[in-house]
C-alpha cells in the first residue's frame, strides 16, 4: 500500500469539496481548481476528509495512487493558502519593477522583458534584496511561471549572473587560466 496515497486529506474550514465520480472541484477563498483524474481510482469525501483508494496492485493503479491523492492535496492547499515560489536577480544593472500586474525585467538585453501574469497568478518584486515573489493558488502555474522567468535568464556559471530560484546553488567555473612562462 501506497504510504502516501492511504493518507487522509483534511479539507480546512472555508473550503468546498465536490466529489463527481472522478471529477474533483475544489472552492475556496483564493480559487476554484477543477480536474478529472483517471477512473480507476475511488475518490470518497466523508467527514470533513477525504480519501483515494486503489482497486488493484497493478503497477498503473499503484503509480496513480500517491500522485491522486498529492494532486488532491495541493488543489486543496492552493485554493486555502496559495503557493509562492521566490526567484532571485543576480547581476550588475539587473533588476525587476512592476507596470501594474506585470513584470518588467531588464536583465542584459538591448531590451526590457515584459512578462504578463496568467489568470491565478500575481508578482511581487522587492529590490532591496532582489527578489521575485511568484503566487497563486495553482501549484503547477506558478511553478511554470517561475520556470518561465528563470528560463528568460538562466543563472551562468563564471559569474553567476542570471535569475535563479531562492537557494538554489550554481556550481562555479574558473576561468581562463591564461599563459604561464615557463
Known sequence: MSRVGRLPIEVPAGVDVKVDGS?????GPKGELDWTFSPDMIIKQEDGTITVDRPTDQPMHRSLHGTTRTV????????????????EI????????????????NVGFS???VVEPP??????????????????????????????????RPPEPYKGKGI??????????????GKTVI
Open 119 to 152: 489568470d491565478g497568478i500575481s508578482f511581487d518584486v522587492d529590490m532591496k534584496v532582489r527578489q521575485i515573489k511568484v503566487s497563486g493558488f495553482d501549484k503547477q502555474a506558478v511553478g511554470q511561471v517561475a520556470a518561465d522567468i528563470r528560463k528568460l
Open 90 to 105: 543576480e547581476g550588475v544593472g539587473y533588476r525587476a519593477e512592476l507596470d501594474g500586474k506585470n513584470l518588467v525585467l
Open 111 to 113: 531590451h526590457s522583458v
Open 23 to 27: 471529477n474533483v472541484r475544489v472552492k
Open 72 to 87: 488532491i492535496n495541493n488543489m486543496v492547499v492552493g485554493v486555502s493558502k496559495g503557493f509562492e515560489r521566490v526567484l
Open 164 to 177: 535563479r530560484y531562492q537557494g538554489e546553488y550554481v556550481r562555479r567555473k574558473p576561468g581562463k587560466a
